[in-house]
């Protein structure tokens, strides 16, 4: 018995401090206002065993979008950048890139002409620098660049242009019972590499875009390896399908930033009983960018159109966030 | 302060009776010896976090296949008899079935006319019983199925041929900080349908092989529709490519009983540091079936040969399990 009591005393430790930080605000960088209550309210609602919008924990599903959701997506997805910085570290294997598109375009930082080989050339960067290694190597060439790589305007590392307010949403509703996913148009294995230490999203709760790969024993060891060939694109229609055939089960909340998002946000909200649909408006140009309808990247035209008849919630980063990214490491 | 030691008082209450029931055998249908000692020894190493095996949780990836390993597989799979079932049902919509191969076979219960279609004959057979239908509709004739169907010889329901020895490893496992997941060469919507309820794993931790699935507006309604074309095959070589697809991490053991789980099972135990993988053999042609290299359903023959040279441990499913399946309720 005394060691109960020890064990308890230890227990009562740990006890009271959790229960001080939960009174406290969850949302700090969310300023107050209908966006932030909008949050709450719907957190509080199927949380509350006695209220008629309950919902048991295995169904609080939350999906995030990743590019201009959880992290930022301007200039040009982050993916990209990586991908260009591949192509010239793997350039003196190929010195045939030099005269041919689009590596010519990548190897001197040529944005314009980059973009004027169309999808299929950025397709084509894509796959040579993704390809023809296992999925831990490509994942240890992600991390190896993340840890190295600056942001042209920010001069912060990749990993450090997330936003603050989508950290603390991402833990609080976890922290209510949800399990938080990321469904992003980009490369599932690309996340996969630095989900865990920075959104707190173990690899099996990431849903993305994939190619091929194939399974065979190479010198007699057993070896998952990327081949240069799509097999899923986790965009527009994509999302509600890949969601469908990771997670099983519709999700109850859904977060997004672009018309990408669209049918996520759609099939998401269109589900019995409550749901909640998010859309982050990249209206800061100060703090970090402001577009929408015109954006060659993270376009946000029809969802926005369409967000009020849906009762989709339009947070406005410059008034709603009071903090974008997180403070700068001293 | 009283307040917490009367929470205290309470969570005592909980503590002791679950430290008392974890005193005892967590695996009471295995029978002592040196199968059982093996995968409790293996669970031993890997959880203490004194040991030079610890494994942290976040890693702890359990993966069992289905059919033959979770449930029995004889005398076909219960995937098939579930779409000949439909067949007859939807028969009265397609009077041309009556004469036309498979389902002529189907309609009158000749299994050896359904053999003899072939794989071809069987995959339109599944197709046109699985498609055409939403996710969730599919998922309701599943169970609808289940609740009444019975199997030939045991006549008792098919969620009810499930191995009470694996039900045990399963809670065992999870007790020890594991996820648990399926891998099946089954559709994964089937087994969706009723793994939460059988075997307590929710509908994102089954893999299985898929059909394609298509996003679109029916009437203005969001919804998923699943289309008669192959999207993705988990056996054989398909079990590892779909394992690092859906969970993104080598698991730490691998759980099967035939040829088509080898490349998972290599994969798995090929990894670094403690791995375990474990072969259920069909030896009790009593109380289950014994089938091996020459069944048709199941054929665990290359596997059986590899096993002891891999360190796999073979279940002699006669010898090592006192119960086979949960008793029959009164």
């Known amino acids: 018995m005394l060691n109960l009591l ?9 006890i009271v401090p ?24 719907f957190v ?8 008629a919008d309950y919902v048991p924990p295995a169904e609080r ?34 010195p045939e890139w030099k005269d041919k598109q689009p590596f010519k375009a990548a190897l001197e930082g040529d944005m314009e002409a980059l973009a004027a080989s169309g999808k299929k050339g950025l397709l084509e960067l ?24 600056k942001h042209p305007r920010f001069k912060r590392q990749y990993t450090d242009l997330v936003y603050q307010p989508m950290l603390e949403l991402l833990a609080y509703l976890r922290e209510n019972g949800f399990t938080t996913y990321i469904v992003s148009g980009g490369g599932i294995e690309f996340v996969r590499a630095w989900s865990q230490p920075v959104y707190g999203i173990p690899p099996s709760q990431v849903v993305g875009s994939s190619i091929k790969t194939e ?20 965009d ?32 998401t909200t269109a589900g019995d009983g409550p749901r909640f649909g998010l859309i982050v408006h990249h209206t800061d140009a100060d703090r970090e960018y402001a577009y929408d309808r015109d954006s060659h990247v993270g376009r946000l035209d029809k969802a926005l159109d369409m967000a009020a008849d849906k009762g989709w919630v339009v947070v406005d980063m410059k008034n709603d966030w009071n903090q974008v990214f997180p403070p700068e490491k001293q």
């Open 18 to 41: 959790v229960a001080a930080a939960q009174a406290a605000d969850p949302l700090p960088s969310w300023t107050d206002g209908p966006t932030k209550q909008a949050i709450e309210t």
């Open 215 to 234: 399974y065979k024993l190479v010198d007699g060891k057993p070896t998952l390896m990327r081949l240069p060939e799509l097999n899923f694109i986790d």
């Open 6 to 14: 020890r064990s308890l005393l230890v227990l009562a430790a740990v």
């Open 236 to 267: 527009k229609e994509g999302k509600p399908v890949g969601i469908n055939q990771h997670i099983g089960q519709r999700p109850l909340a859904a977060f997004g930033n672009s018309d990408g998002d669209l049918q996520m946000l759609e099939w």
């Open 126 to 149: 894509l796959m040579v620098s993704h390809v023809g290694n296992t999925p831990e190597e490509f994942q240890e060439s992600v991390t190896d660049w993340l840890a190295t790589a």
């Open 44 to 51: 509080q609602k199927v949380t509350d065993q006695q209220g």
């Open 61 to 94: 599903i939350a999906v995030f979008d990743n590019d201009g959701n959880l992290w930022a997506e301007q200039p040009v997805y982050f993916q990209l950048l990586f991908a260009i910085d591949r192509v010239k570290a793997l350039a003196p294997e190929h």
